[in-house]
């Protein structure tokens, strides 16, 4: 299985600042990376894919970079609503996809 | 507008079986892979178990191979998940999740269905 391993798990921010959250893959999975954000008590929701798309909807301060092993997920300017649960997953492996542990990301 | 509705949950003993479903509509079903992913309390996400679109190909984690089996009625727009021998660590809530077809990323998800083994 494709190990995927984020940092940092937890991180305090405030309103406004600039935050870059890295997963590392095992292996390389090419540009097969994507990002979620999870909020208490809902579902995650697709925020980049292919490391870099940006999802319909989401705000462009949000911002994905990256390939083969190494990968961002980069908050331009924090906003309230932004502070939650971020998931990297890679789908270059499909048997299993595998997840991050997560970084949460609070309010400073 | 894409909607996944899980439901089938509850509590349920060790040992025991549920069948979770998940009721899709807003587009056409059959054409998209589905997977079911869960998250244990407090804890992160794990890929479950997906199905390609026409139902030719089906695969599983390692820890529910053998107890769980995923499902699908395009008739119906429905996606399901057997679940046999459950096990207190099967506690988690699941979601069913919509696959993209290039790519294979998971771009809609349901809101998730509590399941908790427990006696």
């Known amino acids: 299985d494709i190990q995927m391993t984020q940092s940092p798990s937890s991180l305090s921010a405030s309103v406004g600042d600039r935050v870059t959250i890295t997963c590392r893959a095992s292996?390389?999975?090419?540009?097969?990376l994507n990002w979620y954000q999870q909020k208490p008590g809902k579902a995650p929701k697709l925020l980049m894919y292919?490391?870099?798309s940006l999802q319909s909807g989401v705000p462009s301060r949000f911002s994905g970079s990256g390939s083969g092993t190494d990968f961002t997920l980069t908050i331009s300017s924090l906003q309230p609503e932004d502070f939650a649960t971020y998931y990297c997953?890679?789908?270059?492996?499909?048997?299993?996809?595998?997840f991050g542990q997560g970084t949460k990301l609070e309010i400073k | 507008e894409v909607q996944l509705l899980e439901s089938g949950g509850g509590l349920v003993q060790p040992g025991g079986s549920l069948r979770l479903s998940c009721a899709a509509s807003?587009?056409?079903?059959?054409?998209?892979?589905m997977s079911w992913v869960r998250q244990s309390p407090g804890k992160g996400l794990e890929w479950v178990s997906g199905?390609?679109?026409?139902?030719?190909?089906?695969s599983y984690a390692e820890s529910v191979k053998g107890r769980f089996t995923i499902s699908r009625d395009n008739s119906k727009n429905t996606l399901y998940l057997q679940m046999n021998s459950l096990r207190a660590e099967d506690t988690a809530v699941y979601y069913c999740?919509?696959?993209?077809?290039?790519?294979?990323?998971?771009?809609?998800w349901g809101q998730g269905t509590l399941v908790t083994v427990s006696s």
């Open positions: 999740a919509k696959e993209d077809s290039n790519w294979y990323y998971f771009d809609y």
């Open positions: 807003g587009f056409t079903f059959s054409s998209y892979a």
């Open positions: 199905i390609s679109g026409s139902d030719n190909s089906r």
């Open positions: 292996q390389s999975i090419s540009s097969y």
């Open positions: 292919v490391a870099s």
């Open positions: 997953q890679q789908s270059y492996s499909t048997i299993p996809y595998t």
